[in-house]
T-cell receptor, first 117, second 112 residues
Framework: AQSVSQHNHHVILSEAASLELGCNYS??????LFWYVQYPGQHLQLLLK??????LVKGIKGFEAEFIKSKFSFNLRKPSVQWSDTAEYFC???????????????FGAGTRLAVHP | DAGVTQSPTHLIKTRGQHVTLRCSPI?????VSWYQQVLGQGPQFIFQ???????GRGNFPDRFSARQFPNYSSELNVNALLLGDSALYLC???????????FGPGTRLTVT
């Protein structure tokens, strides 16, 4: 079955620390990859996406992610986190992007990030 | 620009009852998807509608149904509610072609 695994359920960092959140998926075909963020009290927002091309993608607020096809991974990184990055982060995969408009997202369980000043 | 809107914001129902949740997509978006997010988990895909036709269905029982209207808004219906249906129900819309899904704020359903 198609699935997405996020290795860290809770992460606690101090401001200015570096961040890396792991994401692995199980699907052998063409995929489109996303990281969504949910700030406290807000709805899911897109952080970044990968459709094709350069496997290193840059998103909003200084986040970036690297797609490694051979490892089925799409890890999220930020060199220096801020208190305002406190949120829940979700990795998501769309394994059927080109199949008749079918557009299902498979989400990981999420990682709660707490950044302390 | 208005984002995806959902109503109601919160809802409390009793086991066995029926519920209807509503979603209005971003203007111009013809694809609407529904997701269920149980506390502590990521969203789970329920349905996708595109041009008023069901294009995909997740692993949910037949108690869950949905439809899309000519103006591309959508309803999610759940019959015979169970305690386990308590969750945040998210609606997302997407423009035609490649593109990410834009999520609404969700409807928090509590079944007692």
């Amino acid at each position: 079955a198609q699935s997405v695994s996020q290795h860290n359920h809770h992460v606690i960092l101090s401001e200015a620390a570096s961040l890396e959140l792991g994401c692995n998926y199980s699907y052998g075909g063409t995929v489109n990859l996303f990281w969504y963020v949910q700030y406290p009290g807000q709805h899911l927002q897109l952080l970044l996406k990968y459709f094709s091309g350069d496997p290193l993608v840059k998103g909003i607020k200084g986040f970036e992610a690297e797609f490694i096809k051979s490892k089925f991974s799409f890890n999220l990184r930020k060199p220096s986190v801020q208190w305002s990055d406190t949120a829940e982060y979700f990795c998501a995969v769309n394994p059927n992007m080109f199949s008749g408009g079918y557009n299902k997202l498979i989400f990981g369980a999420g990682t709660r990030l707490a950044v302390h000043p | 620009d208005a984002g995806v809107t959902q109503s109601p914001t919160h809802l409390i129902k009793t086991r066995g009852q029926h519920v209807t949740l509503r979603c209005s997509p971003i203007s111009g978006h013809k694809s609407v998807s529904w997701y269920q997010q149980v506390l502590g988990q990521g969203p789970q895909f329920i349905f996708q509608y595109y041009e008023k036709e069901e294009r995909g269905r997740g692993n949910f029982p037949d108690r869950f149904s949905a439809r899309q209207f000519p103006n591309y808004s959508s309803e999610l219906n759940v019959n015979a509610l169970l305690l386990g249906d308590s969750a945040l129900y998210l609606c997302a819309s997407r423009p035609t072609g490649l593109g990410e899904q834009y999520f609404g704020p969700g409807t928090r359903l509590t079944v007692t």
